[in-house]
């Protein structure tokens, strides 16, 4: 499972695949506007090839990936998994913001 204030494993691949059968997902397929993905999860998680293979899907169809940052883990691991900081989290939103010429949905 994911790290809970991040975007885990299982979203990622659903939203991959295109695949709406909850909530968040239904909302990532609907929505027109930019998206915005924080990864967080257990860093053997994200290794994964099939992990890696679905972020870069997703920035191949457009979705803005903010890479995850190196330290301590929930799971008590240190590595690359940790959800990015907050504040890079909000300076890319902006950033993403700050180039819509029109404000959509």
Do not use: H
Request: proline share 8%.
């Amino acid at each position: 499972m994911g790290d809970p204030a991040g975007i885990g494993p299982e979203v990622i691949a659903k939203a991959a695949a295109g695949l709406a059968d909850d909530l968040l997902s239904t909302l990532l397929l609907a929505f027109e506007g930019p998206v915005l993905i924080a990864p967080a999860m257990n860093a053997a998680m994200w290794r994964k090839p099939a992990v890696q293979r679905n972020c870069r899907q997703l920035t191949d169809d457009g979705l803005i990936l903010i890479d995850p940052d190196e330290g301590y883990l929930s799971c008590g691991e240190y590595g690359a998994g940790r959800m990015a900081d907050p504040q890079r989290i909000v300076q890319t939103i902006e950033q993403t913001l700050a180039g819509q010429s029109t404000p959509k949905g």
